[in-house]
């Protein structure tokens, strides 16, 4: 069980362009997803939390203008990069906490990631 | 504001060796403690957690007991593989308002020759 999915997991596009990624938690409902950039042989940066049926919640010095994010249904949010650039190449990976209100929902289930490269 | 701390890497060990990668951490109140795996080219799993002071979680052969009073979670297994070889990530929840937040160490990067 908790199975978290990402779409793609692998994405070029030109400088310009914008790019969505899809998180999907495949067996359970996700009240909570949270959104990381992860650099070449560095920790995880949470970029933003994400509350099905609201704003979402940017961390400080991520534009929220430009990472869009959206959390429609209990099982889906997406990532927008907006007119990305080569400096947003990056590995991006959600994750997903469950609808149980229990301790155990502070557990968090990560997605495959998704490695996008703008040239 | 709580924080987490690794030992640096990477940490090269043989097979069969023991493996000890120190976590501490600063944290007010009573945070759950966890350790994530990243074997190369894959996402994050989690390996195991702790939710109280003196659990011990295990998995796989690891394990970690949440220390208190050294406010410590040292990952430990007493014979590595070479299929352990991977990115460990010590972590803490840390709650805002209705949700929990993790925060992360920096990562070790353990690599078992045969």
């Known amino acids: 069980g908790a199975v978290v999915s990402q779409h793609p997991s692998r994405v070029i596009c030109k400088s310009g362009t914008s790019v969505k990624i899809e998180c999907r938690s495949l067996?359970?409902?996700?009240?909570?997803m949270f959104w990381y950039r992860q650099f070449p042989k560095q920790s995880l940066m949470l970029m933003a939390t994400?509350?099905?049926?609201?704003?979402?919640?940017?961390e400080q010095g991520v534009e929220k203008d430009k990472f869009l994010i959206n959390h429609a249904s209990l099982t889906l949010s997406t990532l927008t990069v907006t007119s990305a650039h080569p400096e947003d190449s990056s590995f991006y990976i959600c994750s997903a906490r469950d609808l149980l209100g229990t301790s155990s929902s502070e557990t968090q289930y990560f997605g495959p990631g998704t490695r996008l490269l703008v040239l | 504001g709580n924080s987490v701390t690794q030992m640096e890497g990477p940490v090269t060990l043989s097979e069969e060796a023991f493996l000890t990668i120190n976590c501490t951490y600063t944290?007010?109140?009573?945070?759950?403690l966890f350790w994530y795996v990243q074997y190369p080219g894959e996402g994050l799993q989690l390996l195991l957690k702790a939710t109280k002071a003196d659990d011990k979680g295990s998995n796989k052969g690891f394990e970690a007991t949440y220390r208190k009073e050294t406010t410590s979670f040292h990952l430990e297994k007493g014979s590595v593989q070479v299929s352990d070889s991977a990115v460990y990530f010590c972590a803490l929840s840390d709650r805002r308002g209705s949700n929990y937040q993790l925060i992360w160490g920096a990562g070790t990067k353990l690599i078992i020759k045969p």
């Open positions: 944290a007010t109140g009573y945070p759950s």
């Open positions: 067996d359970f409902q996700a009240t909570t």
């Open positions: 994400s509350n099905e049926g609201s704003k979402a919640t940017y």
